[in-house]
């Protein structure tokens, strides 16, 4: 499966937010989107996915017009997990999960969706508080639980708004190992935003930096992620060193 954003822009009333967005991803691949607060990283995960309708521009994957799909399509095609997941609701783990479900089962529970929720349970260690109420679990363990909603909903694209934002180093790692061995053994796409290099570095098979509203930077990882870039659109500077295929970004004090 190809997708791919040609021309997209945004506006919220009259303020620009994204000008002539375009790249071109497939399934296998991760692609991190890079950029500072406010540039618009999740207003164009919500674009691609129509959360919010483009104001100009196409989002087409294989090269059918998005646009054209009814919401049930769009549903089964995008799995999205936001980056605020609170919730009002008082329901549990496991039913927040089987909520993945709900686009293929029309609300009637099959033993394939609880066999799939329980496997994602186990695999993301959600088990021991599987019947915890949502709104009593950590940040850490709130964000889990809506990536193993999204991996449930097993579509063939999945967007990720800063997952990873609330995670300790380990649970950072286990969750991209998860999430990166989907994307190669399933082989869908995912599309992330994500404010760690080092992380976008280690998992992501493409990175965007966003500036300015635009594509500022766009390639693999030793293309993107370098000082000078990173001087430009950041404003902060930093040592990058090549080590083992992967690029790590050293914040200095400045
Ligand atoms: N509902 C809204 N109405 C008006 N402006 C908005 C709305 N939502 C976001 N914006 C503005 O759009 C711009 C882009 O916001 P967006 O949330 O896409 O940024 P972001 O790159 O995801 O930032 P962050 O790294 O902080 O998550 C910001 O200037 C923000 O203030
Ligand atoms: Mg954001």
Same mark, same amino acid.
């Given at each position: 499966?190809?997708?791919?954003?040609?021309?997209?822009?945004?506006?919220?009333?009259?303020?620009?937010?994204?000008?002539?967005?375009?790249?071109?991803?497939? !399934?296998?691949?991760?692609?991190?989107?890079?950029?500072? +607060?406010?540039?618009?990283?999740?207003?164009?995960?919500?674009?691609?996915?129509?959360?919010?309708?483009?104001?100009?521009?196409?989002?087409?994957?294989?090269?059918?017009?998005?646009?054209?799909?009814?919401?049930?399509?769009?549903?089964?095609?995008?799995?999205?997990?936001?980056?605020?997941?609170?919730? %009002?609701?008082?329901? !549990?783990?496991?039913?927040?999960?089987?909520?993945?479900?709900?686009?293929?089962?029309?609300?009637?529970?099959?033993?394939?969706?609880?066999?799939?929720?329980? +496997?994602?349970?186990?695999?993301?260690?959600?088990?021991?508080? %599987?019947?915890?109420?949502?709104?009593?679990?950590?940040?850490?363990?709130?964000?889990?639980?809506?990536?193993?909603?999204?991996? %449930?909903?097993?579509?063939?694209?999945?967007?990720?708004?800063?997952?990873?934002?609330?995670?300790?180093?380990?649970?950072?790692?286990?969750?991209?190992?998860?999430?990166?061995?989907?994307?190669?053994?399933?082989?869908?796409?995912?599309?992330?935003?994500?404010?760690?290099?080092?992380?976008?570095?280690?998992?992501?098979?493409?990175?965007?930096?966003?500036?300015?509203?635009?594509?500022?930077?766009?390639?693999?990882?030793?293309?993107?992620? +370098?000082?000078?870039?990173?001087?430009?659109?950041?404003?902060?500077?930093?040592?990058?060193?090549?080590?083992?295929?992967?690029?790590?970004?050293?914040?200095?004090?400045?």
């Amino acid at each position: 499966m190809k997708l791919k954003v040609d021309k997209l822009g945004f506006s919220y009333e009259k303020t620009p937010i994204l000008k002539d967005i375009s790249f071109e991803t497939n !399934s296998g691949e991760i692609t991190c989107l890079l950029g500072p +607060n406010g540039t618009g990283k999740t207003t164009l995960l919500k674009c691609i996915s129509r959360i919010i309708p483009p104001s100009s521009g196409n989002v087409l994957v294989d090269g059918t017009l998005i646009n054209k799909m009814n919401t049930k399509e769009l549903a089964k095609l995008f799995s999205y997990v936001p980056q605020s997941t609170h919730t %009002a609701f008082p329901i !549990s783990v496991i039913d927040t999960v089987l909520m993945g479900r709900v686009q293929n089962i029309n609300f009637k529970v099959k033993e394939e969706d609880k066999e799939i929720v329980f +496997n994602i349970l186990e695999e993301m260690n959600l088990n021991n508080i %599987a019947f915890k109420n949502i709104n009593n679990l950590s940040g850490g363990e709130r964000q889990r639980v809506f990536i193993a909603k999204a991996i %449930a909903q097993q579509s063939p694209i999945i967007l990720l708004d800063e997952p990873t934002s609330s995670l300790d180093m380990k649970n950072q790692l286990e969750t991209l190992e998860i999430i990166s061995s989907l994307v190669k053994e399933k082989n869908i796409m995912a599309i992330m935003s994500i404010h760690d290099l080092n992380i976008a570095s280690m998992y992501g098979d493409k990175i965007i930096m966003l500036k300015n509203s635009g594509v500022y930077s766009y390639g693999n990882t030793k293309e993107v992620i +370098n000082e000078e870039n990173i001087k430009q659109v950041y404003g902060v500077n930093t040592i990058v060193k090549n080590m083992d295929e992967t690029t790590y970004t050293f914040l200095c004090k400045q």
